[in-house]
């Protein structure tokens, strides 16, 4: 009858999901020659020492594990050489497949023995029925007699086309029908496994998206998104960003926000330009919502740091936090000197918070009034601090501060 049939049996029975059939059942075949020639041929194939195998797929059986988590896999074969009949030589072959698993729980991981699907055991008997009688002896009548299959070690009655078979029946040709059937089964396994690999994706990409990604990074909407060395949009561009681009938040200036590039550098992007934390946009909505509510009267139009714009000696030609406001009522008591005054000490402290991150370094602040009568408030950090943490009285710090003009400032005294 041949051996093809026999060959599709042993190869259906090996791969069938869960199998153990080559771990615990060994292979074997009979051959007409001396088992000292056999013995030599095995040790010039190498089929007593191990081999590394590159991949996986296509060796071992089919289990609850995916093999891309299998690395440095390896094959030892266990090789036996009985007394056969009429002289002959059984050589029975048994691969023991070994794999290091990388669990995700580390605790886990390590390496585990795989159930061969046989191919290894019939590619050795092959190859030394090639060496020993020519590579066409397995094609030609007569060249050896058939593969003895090892038993079956599990319960084949729930695989159409395989329940109640018997050693003996295994080793007949099986029917077509019996073929189709052998077939939509493994199809139906090879689905499920292929069922079972796209939900684990699908889980790994939904642990990606959920993991705790670092809350003080502003990622870039846009590629060619321009990244200055200042808050202002005149200033130089350092370099433009890439779309996904992450960089590390420092702080928030009107419409700009104080990144770290790389080290100790630094630069400022539009707020609009990328997309922020919520904590941290969370955070910035409070502030920015904490001073409209408590000073109605005034609005931040803009914030830039830049050079002092005047000649009070304390700031002339030095760095300083701009904030220009305007204000927005008419009511003396929400826009008037002592609302002002109240208000810039609220932005010298706000300045004071910023200038911490600021590179560079601003050595004030100063509140610029866009308004009719206009008037500008200026302060050092020095004398913001101190002022702030109790150190002077709020009399004496208007008094070392700079206001222009004063009257802006302070109410009008009547006789």
């Known amino acids: 009858m041949g051996t093809a049939p026999i060959y599709f049996a042993i190869a259906l029975w090996c791969l069938a999901p869960g199998s153990t059939l080559g771990q615990n059942g060994p292979y074997a075949r009979s051959f007409a020659n001396p088992k000292e020639a056999i013995e ?3 040790l010039e194939l190498q089929a007593y020492s191990g081999q590394k195998l590159p991949i996986l797929d296509g060796f071992v059986a089919m ?10 896999g390896f094959c030892q074969f266990s090789v036996e050489l009985l007394p056969g009949d009429g002289g002959a030589t059984v050589v029975r072959l048994a691969a023991k497949i070994t794999a290091w698993y990388a669990d995700r729980d580390v605790a886990k991981s390590g390496y585990q023995v795989l159930p061969s699907n046989g191919r290894l055991e019939l590619d050795l008997l092959d190859r030394l029925d090639e060496t020993l009688n020519g590579k066409n002896a397995a094609n030609s009548e007569g060249g050896h007699s058939s593969v003895v299959m090892p038993r079956p070690k599990l319960d084949l009655t729930g695989v159409p086309g395989l329940s109640g078979m018997t050693t003996n029946t295994a080793a007949a040709a099986p029917s077509h029908d019996d073929e189709v059937s052998l077939l939509h089964a493994r199809r139906e396994a090879a689905e499920k496994h292929l069922q079972h690999l796209a939900a684990e994706l699908q889980s790994l990409k939904e642990i990606q998206q959920n993991q705790a990604h670092p809350q003080n990074l502003v990622t870039v909407v846009k590629s060619g998104t321009p990244v200055y060395t200042r808050g202002v949009e005149t200033a130089r561009v350092l370099f433009q960003a890439t779309a996904n681009d992450e ?3 420092l702080d928030a200036e009107g419409d700009f926000i104080h990144v770290s590039i790389s080290g100790d550098s630094r630069g400022y992007v539009r707020r609009d330009s990328v997309e922020i934390p919520e904590r941290i946009a969370a955070k910035l909505q409070s502030e920015e919502k904490s001073l409209e509510d408590k000073f109605t009267g005034f609005r931040i139009e803009r914030e830039e740091t830049g050079t002092f714009p005047g000649q009070w000696a304390a700031l002339k ?99």
């Open 40 to 42: 030599k041929t095995l």
């Open 247 to 249: 960089f590390e938040y």
């Open 63 to 72: 289990g609850d594990k995916p093999l891309d988590r299998y690395e440095r």
């Open 317 to 415: 030609g030095k760095t300083v936090k701009i904030y220009t406001v305007q204000p927005v009522s008419q009511n003396p008591k929400d826009s008037g000197p002592s609302a002002r005054l109240n208000y810039s000490l609220a932005l010298f402290q706000k300045g004071l918070k910023e200038a911490t991150n600021a590179n560079p370094a601003p050595e004030g602040v100063v509140v610029i009034f866009d308004a009719a009568d206009g008037g500008l408030a200026g302060a050092t950090l020095t004398n913001i601090q101190r002022v702030l943490s109790g150190g002077t009285t709020r009399e004496t710090f208007w008094s070392q501060s700079y206001l222009d003009p004063e009257e802006a400032f302070h109410p009008a005294t009547h006789p």
